[in-house]
């Protein structure tokens, strides 16, 4: 029997799924721990009605992780009119709803409907409690819930959960078996390190026998980090889980069009600078690839193909695998 490579991914948001989509082809073993924190939208709505971890993240993380994502796609993301008594809820969250009131459990809910379309990688929620974000800004603000943190217009400091919240057994053992460790593009303080909060990934991480890689924004993200460069977005993933857990970061620092980085600024964005040489002093390695493209939007992007084979690339110790 062959022994695959174990690779967990980190993230939430639209960003774990650009990873995810590319690693499914890949002869790995993929799990995806997912984000609960989102309480916007949809989400919002039917995480106060139920009292559940909210199902956005996961409907898009199962559509990226599907076989037939773009069927998949037009079902899970079909939403009913906003006058209809289902209140244009996405029809993905609806199931994932539905299975939840049937198993009382939103990570068995996920599981049965990761079966039931047949997909192969195991979708992990960060924490099956219904969480509450909180952002404290520089300035002393406390701002409460994860849809408004990006519009405080301060500069975020920390963000964290009023109680204490944990991880679930099931996801320390999988970060501890891991051979690959992935920290998900996507919105740092909103989407990445709500799962690096809970109690017990921090030990895990140090725990687990596998390299983590930290994949950097391309882009600064208004409101949450204007004027970041890749070597902030570290230290506030350290001021989480601490120093030295970090092995490798991946980069693209190939030029961006002018025209393009000007479309960025007008909206209060700008490129991340990566400082190779400060990074490196944290006994980092830094990875810099060609892994970005633009969208016919004039959107820069992470390309998930090219992504995800830089990421295969980075797993250690092949001789154990594959015999």
Known sequence: MNKKPKVVVIGGGSGISVVLRGLKYLPIELTAIVSVADDGGSSGTLRKEFDSPPPGDLRNVLIALSDVEPIIEDVFQYRFKENSSIGAH??????????????????EAVDRLRKLFNIKAKILPSTTENIVLYAETENGKIIEGESNIPFSN???????????????????????????????????????IPNLLLEGMKESLRKTKGKIV???????????????????????????????????????????????????????????????????????????????????????????YKLSATLYSLIDKWGEFYK
């Open 214 to 304: 930290y994949i950097c924004n391309a882009m600064q993200q208004p409101g949450e980090t204007t004027g970041y460069s890749a070597d902030d977005h570290i230290q506030a993933i350290c001021d989480v889980i601490g120093d030295n857990i970090i092995d490798e970061i991946v980069v693209d620092t190939r030029e961006i069009p002018e025209e393009i980085l000007k479309r960025y600024k007008k909206q209060n964005s700008d490129r991340v600078i990566v400082e190779k040489e400060k990074i490196k002093n944290r006994n980092i390695e830094v990875i810099d690839r060609d892994i970005l493209e633009i969208d016919s939007k004039g959107m820069i992007r992470h390309h998930p």
């Open 154 to 192: 301060e500069k975020i400091k920390k963000v964290f959960y009023k109680n204490e919240r944990k991880a679930p057994i099931e996801n320390l053992k999988v970060l501890e078996e891991a051979d690959l460790i992935v920290f998900g593009i996507g919105s740092l303080y909103t989407s990445l």
């Open 90 to 107: 996405p029809l993905g969250n609806l199931l994932i709803m539905a299975m939840n009131e049937i198993t009382g459990n939103i990570g």
